[in-house]
């Protein structure tokens, strides 16, 4: 029996345009998501996620392939997994002149939670001070956080997040960041949609990149990036340094004035410059990062929207 709280196999989706010209939204992905912590679900504006995570939850049906939820066949068997899945796929109707409380009472009371459900999920959100608060006086991040919590009344196992932090500012990000985090520490599983790879990568322990509906990898965060092995480092004499570097075996780049130097441990590169009596003034590890991995990944390629009118510049850690 497999772990994957969900796998999809050869998933695809096909829309019809009014003029009958077809547009392939999701190509046959094989997604696999494991059990526990964050999964980062990747890709450009229009590259398909969006309807891989209605399929799953039985808001579009496929064209072709497989779906699984827990190891069960959906949407075949989607009634007996449903409660286990809380997703915030579009903004949740609450109503405006109730307090964020009073709304998550009533939800809870719909499905037959106990009320001890409520405060649990306020506090896991961390919208407690303002509970109590209208609805409608709501910055936009305490509202997407109460959607959040709207969703963790039936304790699901399986929480869908799609692009939650669309809109937010920084503050409302960083938020959001947190909960998705502690809620990935707690057990949950989260399937976490986003167009902002920086934003993805500080949370997430695993990823999917898509573009244009087709899968581009999957893996382990760290190993998708590769162990952080490269170093900035900035000595008086780069080309005497870069000498010694690469005579004690190391492969050194020149960089802007400075080294970049690929080294195990920082030592190796401590090491082999103080014993040639070189004293580096900066040593800096150089993270790899999601960003530009993606974009090794799909250079030259058109993605999103469907491969028409998309790109794939970047700004501010998006991929658009
Ligand atoms: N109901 C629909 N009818 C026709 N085309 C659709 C429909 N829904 C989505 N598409 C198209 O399918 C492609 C994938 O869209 P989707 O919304 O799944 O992408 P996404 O990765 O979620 O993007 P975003 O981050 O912008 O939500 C796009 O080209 C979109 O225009």
């Not at 998501?33 to 398909?48: D, E, I, K, Q, Y």
């Not at 939670?113 to 506090?123: G, H, L, Y």
């Not at 993606?294 to 998006?318: C, I, K, P, Y």
Request: hydrophobic content about 40%; overall charge negative; aromatic content about 4%.
């Amino acid at each position: 029996m497999s772990d994957l709280v969900i796998e999809t196999t050869g998933l695809r989706k096909e829309f019809s345009s009014v003029r009958g010209e077809k547009r392939v939204a999701v190509s046959d992905l094989d997604l696999a998501v494991p059990a526990g912590g964050v999964h980062g679900f990747l890709g450009p504006n229009g590259s398909g996620k969006t309807t891989t995570i209605r399929m799953l939850l039985g808001l579009a049906r496929p064209t072709r392939g497989t779906m699984r939820l827990f190891g069960q066949p959906v949407p075949e068997q989607l009634p007996h997994v449903i409660g286990r899945v809380g997703a915030v796929v579009e903004s949740p109707k609450f109503s405006p002149n109730f307090s964020g409380r009073r709304n998550l009472q009533l939800l809870a009371g719909a499905i037959g939670a106990p009320s001890s459900v409520v405060d649990s999920a306020i506090e896991t959100v961390k919208l407690g001070g303002r509970e109590k608060d209208r609805y409608k006086g709501y910055s936009l991040g305490m509202k997407q956080r109460l959607a959040i919590a709207a969703t963790l009344l039936k304790t699901p196992d399986l929480l869908i997040l799609d692009e939650p932090t669309n809109g937010l500012d920084p503050s409302g990000i960083r938020e959001i960041r947190e909960t998705i985090r502690d809620l990935g520490e707690s057990g949950v599983t989260v399937l976490l949609s986003s167009h902002i790879l920086a934003e993805v990568q500080q949370v997430c322990t695993s990823a999917t990149i898509i573009g244009n509906g087709r899968l581009l990898a999957s893996g382990r965060v760290d190993d998708l990036l590769g162990a952080g092995t490269a170093y900035r480092v900035v000595v008086p004499d780069p080309a005497a340094a870069a000498d010694v570097l690469a005579r004690a075996e190391l492969e050194v780049t020149p960089h802007e004035g400075t080294l970049h130097v690929e080294a195990e441990r920082p030592e190796e590169i401590t090491r082999a410059l103080g014993e040639a009596g070189i004293w580096l003034t900066e040593l800096t590890p150089l993270r790899a990062d999601l960003e530009s991995y993606f974009l090794r990944l799909t250079e030259g390629e058109q993605l999103g929207q469907g491969g028409q009118g998309g790109h794939d510049g970047h700004d501010n850690g998006a991929i658009a």
